[in-house]
């Protein structure tokens, strides 16, 4: 579990982004689940009366019939639409943010190795400082 924790704080502000888009996309598909349970539930028994319904009661063409089950199918189904667009929005924003984690990674890795060449160009600058006054108070 340390190890988990431990990936989430070096990944920083975006790891806990990612990880509440997680949590957020993970939560809609339990609601999903448990809607879907009992919209199929309840569906079964008022879904084939209303189609029906409908039915008998356009006493028309077969093209309005047609069109009048496929409205009341949409509507019967439109409650399981709510959330998917959040589902989607997460599912294509999640790459993008991980591939700016990684620039953001690569960028301070770059930084650091840069501070660590100029240390060590510092520290040869000042020994190659230090050994030639020391040459030169030999010569003295």
Not at 76 to 88: D, H, R, V, W, Y
Not at 109 to 122: A, F, H, K, P, T
């Amino acid at each position: 579990m340390n190890y988990i924790l431990d990936f989430i704080q070096q990944g920083g502000v975006i790891a806990y982004v990612l990880v509440a888009m997680n949590f957020v996309g993970y939560s809609i598909i339990v609601w999903k689940i448990i809607s879907l349970i009992l919209f199929n539930r309840s569906i079964r028994k008022r879904l084939p009366s209303k189609i029906l319904h409908r039915v008998v009661s356009h006493n028309t063409d077969h093209h309005i019939i047609m069109e009048s089950i496929r409205t009341e199918i949409a509507l019967a189904f439109s409650p399981l639409q709510k959330g998917m667009t959040t589902i989607e929005n997460i599912a294509s924003i999640s790459p993008l943010l991980g591939l700016l984690g990684t620039v953001f990674g690569i960028q301070d890795n770059v930084e650091n190795d840069v501070l660590l060449q100029l240390g060590r160009i510092l520290k040869e600058k000042d020994h190659i400082r230090s050994q030639s006054a020391d040459s030169a108070n030999e010569d003295a």
